[in-house]
């Protein structure tokens, strides 16, 4: 049964729109089936106050005070477990997420993918599942060599070596002569002795420090990942392997001396090639082997995060999973949408091919760790994303995190005069029927929503839950409090609206947590 927030106050705390689904295929009034679900239904009289129809069929529910009253003491006692549930029955899932190139540094979309994955993360884990986050480091391929290339011409560049027909190369950008003033003239002659024609050692040396950058970088967000595992373990055993796989379950079929894979026998618009004619294998064989390496570790469940271009990876990698022998709903794709940076109404242009673009390090230093995680969550994950540059240096309740943190600060503050008072009592023993304001209540059900909202962005993978849920709980308490005192000289009345501040102040305190922001106890 699905379960909703009235948007009208005066339509109750929940409602249902049930009978509206049953009446397609009932065949049925609406309001036929909804007065006879609600006289069928029983509700205990401390849980359900009262039950109404409303056109064109929804059932309302309005919440009995007992019930709101219980759930304030939950919060008390639970703490900062209080949301949490062991629905995912320690069953061991996956999220890889950013897994950019190791050939530059990272940039906003990968810092939006940062952001949402390590939530995800978050919030598998609080609900019971045994999740671990992974970095998959593209460390081989076309894109090393390029990398090395440009190295090598920055290098040269700076001896005075260069030869007039030698180009730049794929990676023009600055941090490539960043990289190239540490390399002496005598490290290059040896690479250059080494490698001949190739530029692997080049290639080896940059992805290396560009590695040490991103993990830094990541650090420095506040995202951890329990793994980084390097795509050259796959090679060249695993990738045989993974094809061995394919050929042996008659999938593969060779064409002009390509050897490709019949994803369209799973839905796939069209075949796509494992192995090239040059005999080198594509970047979707190996794909195909780090999800086998996956399944060998004992993952029940993988949620791979990807790019706004790779929409068309999804069917091609479900169709590799099932191959594999993974069960139908093994693999989850989740695509991260695109990022516009904006100066109020005016979008920042970058242009990653000349090398001009802003690093996610850059947008940290500039708006704060906090402020960059909270409006990257702010939408849905695959809906493209206008980052306000504006908006997120403002330190005041424009803008929606310290909006949210002031709310806590606040909080904290009150609890702190309360102290000072003497007005802070031993809540177990406090009598909270006297929370009857209009204002109190809202706050106590949207408190009893909490667990709620935690499971279904959980199982949906939505993370912009929980910042609508913070920032509708924050206007709550704003509202509550600027139309009553908390600390009062009606001592119970005072012992009351303190736990109920500070219910809020835990809720708000546990939503922070999970989305990877400081909850202040001053601002």
């Known amino acids: 049964m699905i379960l909703e927030k009235p948007r009208l106050k005066e339509h109750g705390d929940i409602c249902t729109p049930i009978a509206l689904s049953l009446a397609k295929v009932l065949k049925r009034n609406p ?29 309302n529910l309005k919440l009995a005070h007992a019930a709101l009253v219980r759930n304030l003491r939950d919060v008390d006692k639970y703490g900062d477990d ?38 995800i993360v978050n919030l598998l884990r609080n609900v019971g599942f045994d999740a671990e986050g992974e970095y998959y480091v593209n460390d081989y391929g076309n894109q090393i060599e390029a990398l090395g290339k440009s190295l090598r011409f920055r290098v040269r560049e700076r001896l005075g070596l260069l030869e007039s027909e030698e180009e730049i190369g794929a990676y023009p950008a600055g941090y490539v002569t960043e990289l190239a003033a540490g390399i002496s003239a005598e490290q290059a002659a040896r690479w250059d002795e080494r490698d001949g024609e190739s530029c692997t050692s080049y290639g080896s040396y940059a992805t290396e420090a560009i590695l040490r950058t991103i993990e830094e970088d990541l650090e420095f967000f506040g995202v951890r990942f329990d793994n980084f595992f390097r795509e050259s373990c796959l090679h060249p055993a695993l990738v045989a392997e993974a094809l061995k796989i394919v050929e042996d379950k008659g999938f593969a079929y060779t064409r002009e001396g390509a050897v490709h894979f019949e994803t369209t026998r799973f839905g796939d618009e069209k075949d796509r090639v494992l192995v090239k004619s040059d005999g080198n294998p594509t970047y979707f064989l190996g794909d195909i082997a780090y999800h086998l390496t996956k399944l060998r570790r004992g993952y029940e469940w993988v949620i791979d995060l990807l790019g706004p271009d790779h929409h068309g990876h999804i069917p091609r990698m479900k169709a590799a999973a099932s191959v594999l022998g993974a069960h139908e709903r093994w693999f989850e794709a989740l695509v991260v949408g695109w990022v516009r940076l904006m100066e109020g109404k005016k979008p920042i242009s970058m242009s990653k091919r000349a090398g001009e673009f802003i690093t996610m390090r850059e947008l940290i230093e500039d708006v704060g760790t906090d402020v ?3 409006f990257f969550l702010m939408r849905r994950t695959n809906s493209p994303l206008d980052f306000d540059l504006q908006l997120a240096r403002k330190q005041s309740d424009e803008n929606p995190v310290f909006y949210v943190q002031y709310a806590h600060a606040r909080i904290a503050s009150v609890t702190r005069f309360a102290e000072e008072k003497g007005a802070v009592r031993d809540r177990k023993d406090t009598d909270l029927s006297v929370l009857s304001a209009a204002e109190e209540r809202e706050l106590m059900v949207h408190l ?7 499971e279904g962005a959980a199982l949906s993978r939505e993370p912009h839950r929980l910042t609508s849920y913070a920032k509708e709980l924050a206007t709550l308490f704003h ?15 005072s012992s009351a609206r303190l736990t109920l501040a500070v219910a809020t102040m835990q809720v708000l305190r546990n939503t922070l947590c999970l989305l990877g922001v400081d909850a202040p106890k001053s601002m």
Do not use: W
Request: aromatic share 10%.
């Open 31 to 59: 309001l036929e089936i909804a007065e006879l679900i609600a006289r069928a239904a029983s509700f205990p009289d401390d849980m359900v106050a009262s039950v109404e129809i409303a056109k064109p069929g929804y059932i």
């Open 82 to 119: 209080y949301g949490s549930s062991d629905i995912g029955g320690g069953r061991k899932c996956q999220v890889e997420y950013v897994s950019a190139n190791p050939t530059g540094p990272l940039v906003v979309v990968s810092a939006r993918a940062a952001a949402v994955g390590s939530v």
């Open 372 to 374: 960059a995680k909270y």
């Open 448 to 454: 009893m929503f909490y667990p709620y909202v935690v």
């Open 479 to 493: 509202q509550f409090y600027h139309k009553h005192r908390i600390v009062t000289d009606d001592a119970q009345l």
